[in-house]
T-cell receptor, first 112, second 114 residues
Framework: ETGVTQTPRHLVMGMTNKKSLKCEQH?????MYWYKQSAKKPLELMFV???????ENNSVPSRFSPECPNSSHLFLHLHTLQPEDSALYLC???????????FGPGTRLLVL | AQSVTQPDIHITVSEGASLELRCNYS??????LFWYVQSPGQGLQLLLK??????LVQGIKGFEAEFKRSQSSFNLRKPSVHWSDAAEYFC????????????FGQGTTLQVKP
């Protein structure tokens, strides 16, 4: 696989469920990002990881819990979500100092 | 404050016609500028980027963009649009002072008429 991959591509979950989104980058980058894309709204940066360390939490509710075990993998753990959390969740990676972010295809999440 | 404005939410052009998508930014330091394209249900694909040097930047799929510092603009152009160009286009700004973060505009949806 090349580039940035995300699984699953689609997810339907109830408000009491716990699920995880996975992102993997095959580009040798050292920074990874989670974005939320809702209809009619700009992309919202959620979290930034540099060299596995979280460097940005953009006031994201605690029901979203990121995990970055190494520079190639990024997870977003979800629990007790709300219907308004339904969105496309995009992962991206970059090489610090080069600033160009490369995006995965996203996970389309629907919370019922 | 750092921001990106894409004044046109929706644009419709005829196939074969020229295209210009507008982008204005506000950024305190030297900006890095990007254009991304997103097809329905997909992630964002990088079209082109400007870091420094020649202010006219060539990208993929026949797109180009021109950086105009005096106008704080980075408009995207294509001389002849194809039906497959129908998508959403995002302008973004970042920089070395921004710890790798990008600030995105709200996007412009391009519709192509046959």
């Amino acid at each position: 696989e090349t580039g940035v991959t995300q699984t699953p591509r689609h997810l339907v979950m109830g408000m009491t469920n716990k699920k995880s989104l996975k992102c993997e980058q095959h580009l040798g980058h050292n920074a990874m990002y989670w974005y939320k894309q809702s209809a009619k709204k700009p992309l919202e940066l959620m979290f930034v990881y540099n060299f596995k360390e979280q460097t940005e939490n953009n006031s994201v509710p605690s029901r979203f819990s990121p995990e970055c075990p190494n520079s190639s993998h990024l997870f977003l753990h979800l629990h007790t979500l709300q219907p308004e959390d339904s969105a496309l969740y995009l992962c991206a990676s970059s090489q610090r100092g080069q600033e160009t972010q490369y995006f995965g295809p996203g996970t389309r999440l629907l919370v019922l | 404050a750092q921001s990106v404005t894409q004044p046109d939410i929706h644009i419709t052009v005829s196939e074969g016609a020229s295209l210009e998508l507008r982008c204005n930014y506000s950024y305190g330091a030297t900006p890095y500028l990007f254009w991304y394209v997103q097809s329905p249900g997909q992630g964002l694909q990088l079209l082109l980027k400007y870091f420094s040097g020649d202010t006219l930047v060539q990208g993929i799929k026949g797109f180009e963009a021109e950086f105009k510092r005096s106008q704080s603009s980075f408009n995207l152009r294509k001389p002849s649009v194809h039906w497959s160009d129908a998508a959403e286009y995002f302008c973004a700004v970042g920089g070395s002072s921004n710890t790798g973060k990008l600030i995105f505009g709200q996007g412009t949806t391009l519709q192509v008429k046959p």
